[in-house]
Antibody
Framework: QVQLVESGGGLVKPGGSLRLSCAAS????????MSWIRQAPGKGLEWVSY????????NYADSVKGRFTISRDNAKNSLYLQMNSLRAEDTAVYYC??????????WGQGTLVTVSS | EIVLTQSPATLSLSPGERATLSCRAS??????LAWYQQKPGQAPRLLIYDASNRATGIPARFSGSGSGTDFTLTISSLEPEDFAVYYCQQRSNWAITFGQGTRLEIK
């Protein structure tokens, strides 16, 4: 069965950096676009970024553009999110999700990122 | 950016009742709209895609309709496990947006 397991979250100071990982299994990872979506405490869902199956295309929400970088390693079935210049408003649960033709069909359980001094 | 507006913000109903949730787009998204259910402490789960197609394993009491700018998620007869938050989502011009959510609570 499809599994997505995020890791790498934690407490970081404003201006700091963090790298999230998502380990995928149960499907041919290299066939699918992948994405990161976040959810601030008590708030709704916000799309962050996606990457094409071969890493040729990426896109970012305006709120993270220039600070976050999405990448993937198809040999390791892994998705990454490098987050730099973190701000308090980046505090959220970050979900990894598989993107299939205009929808997110599978989601991980999320990893919490807290940006605080 | 296309803005999705969901209504109502909160819907209070009893098990067995029919629930109707609305999602309105600021411009046409054709039929490219999805619905998700999220329970406390859990990741969202895909319910409906392309406005009216149920995802794998989703019970038949969930249905979606609409096109263009107005969409509806209907739960024909509420089960106790259906009380949750529901989000709509669209993709256009390679940007993805979600509605702010509708909380479905037990009356």
């Amino acid at each position: 069965q499809v599994q997505l397991v995020e890791s790498g979250g934690g407490l970081v100071k404003p201006g700091g950096s963090l790298r999230l990982s998502c380990a995928a299994s149960g499907f041919t990872f290299s066939d699918y676009y992948m994405s990161w979506i976040r959810q601030a405490p008590g708030k709704g869902l916000e799309w962050v970024s996606y990457i094409s199956s071969s890493s040729s295309y990426t896109n970012y929400a305006d709120s993270v553009k220039g600070r976050f970088t999405i990448s993937r390693d198809n040999a390791k079935n892994s998705l990454y999110l490098q987050m730099n210049s973190l701000r308090a408003e980046d505090t959220a649960v970050y979900y990894c999700a598989r993107w299939l033709l205009r929808r997110f069909d599978y989601w991980g359980q999320g990893t919490l990122v807290t940006v605080s001094s | 950016e296309i803005v999705l507006t969901q209504s109502p913000a909160t819907l209070s109903l009893s098990p067995g009742e029919r629930a109707t949730l609305s999602c309105r787009a600021s411009q046409s998204v054709s039929s490219y709209l999805a619905w998700y259910q999220q329970k406390p402490g859990q990741a969202p789960r895909l319910l409906i895609y392309d406005a009216s197609n149920r995802a794998t394993g989703i019970p038949a009491r969930f249905s979606g309709s609409g096109s263009g700018t107005d969409f509806t998620l209907t739960i024909s007869s509420l089960e106790p496990e259906d009380f949750a938050v529901y989000y709509c989502q669209q993709r256009s011009n390679w940007a993805i947006t979600f509605g702010q959510g509708t909380r479905l609570e037990i009356k």
